[in-house]
Structures are given as structure tokens and as C-alpha cells.
């Protein structure tokens, strides 16, 4: 991103704060190593009707979802893989072998969250996990869907992008904080997330 791209970017949200944080978010990772981690959360409202709080934080999806048959298929995303299929066009990426360290997906009530940790993901790649395992979980594809594009590498096996407002990147941590790392996870389940 260059000089004139930060301009834009600023007078577009009007805001000398997002102008700040973007000029020390593009120096800060100028200097940072490789290894991070990456946690991320995909939150949707699974009921019939939409509730109106929140709703710009989280996808609907009128139809039940079979949280333990989106666990079962989404274990295959675990480990080192080539995640050529869950790029979303116009990825600029210069390799598609991603490690997604942890994934969990609860049910709380009418909230179903995925959850996922991994040392980068691609353009796009958490939300079309989303996106697949709503459709899993809804019945619309198979519970192999993973497995196939993994293998095939192809798009199209995959589900469609989830909506951006059910996504958060809730941190990233850099090599030598693994403590840290542990201590967020820790505070996470004591707030019951």
C-alpha cells in the first residue's frame, strides 16, 4: 500500500484515528517475523427469524445446523495443508500452504460460532470455511466437502463465502508470545466463549 493508497483510505473514512493506525499497522509489519497466529471467530444466528441485536455482527441462518456434523468434517482443516480451494479469486498470495492450528465450533442457544487459529489465512479463507460448513451443517452439501477440495484443490467443491458480518479477528500473536497465546485461550473459556 503506498502514500496515496493511506490518503485515500483516510479521506474515505474521515477519521484521523484509522489514518494513525493504518500508518502503524503498514511500519510495525514491516519488521515483524513471519510466524504468527491468527484467531479468528465466524458467528451465526441459527433460528428462524433474526434477532435485531447484534444482527450486524452475525450471518442468519433460518435453517437448523447440525453443529456436530460441521465438527465432524471440519477436522480434515487441521494440520498443514494446501488450501489452493479456499482462496478466493483475486488472492495475491505467494503460497496456499496455510497450518490452521485449532478450530472449534460451539452452540450457545441460537449462536453457533466457529472458531479457528492458524499461522495466516488466504483472501477470504475463513469466511468460505464458514460458508461451507453452514451448508454441511444446513444438509446442502456433503460432510466430505473438506476432504474433496483439499485433495482436488478445486473451488467449486467448496460452499459459498459467508457474509462479512459474522467474521472477527479476535487477535494475532507473534512468534514469542506463545504465553500470551495460552493466556487468552485460558480467558476464553473462563468467559464461557
Known amino acids: 500500500m503506498n502514500q496515496k493508497d ?19 499497522y503498514l511500519n510495525y509489519n514491516r519488521i515483524q517475523p513471519y510466524n504468527r497466529y491468527q484467531y479468528y471467530s465466524y458467528r451465526f444466528y441459527n433460528d428462524r427469524q433474526m434477532c ?3 444482527r450486524q455482527y452475525r450471518a ?5 445446523m447440525d453443529t456436530d456434523r460441521m465438527r465432524a468434517s471440519a477436522l480434515v482443516l487441521l494440520g498443514t495443508h494446501d488450501f489452493a480451494a479456499f482462496a478466493a479469486s483475486g488472492s495475491v498470495a505467494k503460497t496456499t500452504v496455510r497450518t490452521v492450528h485449532a478450530l472449534r465450533i460451539d452452540r450457545r442457544g441460537p449462536e453457533v460460532t466457529l472458531w479457528i487459529l492458524g499461522n495466516g489465512f488466504l483472501y477470504n479463507m475463513v469466511r468460505i470455511i464458514a ?21 482436488r484443490k478445486d473451488r467449486l467443491l467448496l460452499g459459498q463465502t459467508a457474509p462479512a458480518q459474522g467474521l472477527t479477528l479476535e487477535a494475532v500473536f507473534y512468534e514469542g508470545e506463545e504465553e500470551r497465546l495460552l493466556e487468552f485461550f485460558t480467558q476464553d473459556e473462563i468467559k464461557g466463549r
Open 60 to 64: 442468519h441462518v433460518p435453517v437448523m
Open 52 to 54: 435485531a441485536l447484534g
Open 131 to 151: 460458508g461451507t460448513l453452514q451448508e454441511i451443517g444446513t444438509g446442502k452439501r456433503s460432510g466430505d466437502a473438506f476432504q474433496q477440495a483439499l485433495s
Open 6 to 24: 493511506i490518503v485515500h483510505f483516510y479521506y474515505s473514512f474521515h477519521s484521523h484515528q484509522v489514518l494513525q493506525n493504518m500508518y502503524l
